[in-house]
């Protein structure tokens, strides 16, 4: 490999449903791969049933593995806060329980001071009508989500929650739906 082998970078981030944080990332320039799974709880090996019975700790997430040289983190985090509403608690849209919550979860010294920061910034813009009650919190075991989670708006576009959450969210960040 030579020296302009591209570095990548792992962020992971919970922003309600991780159906529709894959489906807004997959088209952010610099975003080379994703991965739906849990972060965050206590249970190892989690199911997904559990995970949305509130049991196990784990917040719905995906991980991110990005192109430094073309998104920083510190622009990924700014489609974060653009994607959800990081002033509920444990919750977005009609999606309620901790599973839902907003969480930046670090992977380096230097992710976590540009997640405080990113927060203080975007908390003190004025753009959100609450205060932000997102977590940050140092990463821990990711457990990927079955092959039917991955990839899902792309696969479902027509389903449901798909037309009627995610469509609209996607058409308001000006993407493709």
């Known amino acids: 490999m030579s020296e302009d082998t591209k570095r990548t970078e792992l962020a992971t981030l919970g ?20 991965r739906s799974g849990f972060m965050g709880g206590d249970v190892e090996d989690p199911s997904y049933e559990a995970v949305c019975m509130g049991v196990t700790g784990h917040a719905e997430v995906v991980e991110v ?13 700014g489609w974060f806060w653009r994607l959800h509403d990081p002033t509920t608690l444990n919750q ?37 009508p609450a205060p932000i009650v997102t977590e940050v919190s140092p990463a821990s075991t990711f457990y990927e989500a079955k092959a039917e989670h991955q990839d899902y708006y792309r696969r479902n576009s027509s389903q ?15 993407l493709e739906y």
């Open 92 to 128: 977005q849209g009609a999606d309620v329980g901790t599973q839902y919550r907003s969480a930046i979860f670090y992977h380096s010294p230097s992710q976590e001071t540009d997640a405080r920061e990113s927060l203080r910034l975007a908390d003190a813009s004025g753009v959100f």
């Open 15 to 34: 922003a309600g449903c991780y159906w529709c944080v894959e489906a807004v990332l997959q088209q952010v320039e610099g975003v080379l791969a994703l």
């Open 160 to 174: 449901g929650y798909c037309h009627m959450v995610i469509r609209p969210k996607l058409e308001k960040l000006g």
């Open 65 to 77: 593995t990005f192109d430094p040289a073309v998104l920083s983190y510190r622009e990924l985090l």
